[in-house]
């Protein structure tokens, strides 16, 4: 059976000291000593420095800086955070989205992020995030598809996704799109 992200995360905390000498806590000092404040600036130094793993060194400098699903005590703070202030007006247009995705089945696992909700199965198979004011990017993966108009090449929008459709407004939440997800859905 296929662990949620919460077991694995706690599985990889078990293993912490095993793996890498230092516990959980020791890492978290050493992080907040370096005075680094960004996510991929601690990867970078866990991994240089420490020559820990990319897995280990990712989730690492999320606890240090709070920002997954899995650290913060609120999720739906995360994704009120995400569509606040300037992003307000695409909220429906997010609703609209997770709305038809959860009609994929009971499955379907939303986890909220610092800056992007993360929709799963077994694994990921989409992402929602607010880009700017005006635009939510869908990335998805979707395996042995083509970009074609709307659904473009992830490029260096998200490297672990495949595609990425532009949405402005909850009509772009169309047929096609969902569509899309669903296909991504159903090769996760």
Excluded: C
């Excluded at 989730?59 to 800086?65: P, T, V, Y």
């Excluded at 606040?84 to 997770?98: E, N």
């Excluded at 607010?130 to 074609?148: E, F």
């Amino acid at each position: 059976m296929t662990k949620s992200p919460q077991e694995l995360k706690a599985a990889m905390i078990a293993g912490l000291a095993a793996k890498t000498g230092k516990s959980l806590a020791e890492w978290l000092v050493l992080l907040r000593a370096s005075k680094l404040s960004k996510h991929k600036e601690m990867v970078n130094l866990l991994k240089t420095k420490h020559g820990i793993t990319h897995g280990f060194a990712n989730m690492i400098a999320l606890q240090a800086l709070n920002s997954d699903s899995h650290t913060e005590s609120d999720t739906d703070s995360l994704v009120d955070r995400q569509y606040g202030g300037a992003k307000a007006a695409l909220r429906p247009t997010y609703d609209a989205i997770l709305a038809a995705v959860r009609k994929f089945g009971a499955d379907v696992e939303v986890s909220p992020k610092k800056a992007y909700v993360s929709l799963r199965r077994s694994k990921q198979f989409a992402i929602v995030q607010p880009s700017t004011a005006s635009r939510l990017d869908v990335g998805i993966n979707l395996k042995n598809v083509l970009p074609k108009e709307r659904l473009e090449a992830s490029g260096s929008f998200n490297a672990m996704l495949s595609h990425r459709v532009r949405v402005s407004k909850a009509a772009d939440v169309d047929k096609e799109l969902i569509g899309w997800l669903k296909a991504a859905y159903d090769q996760s």
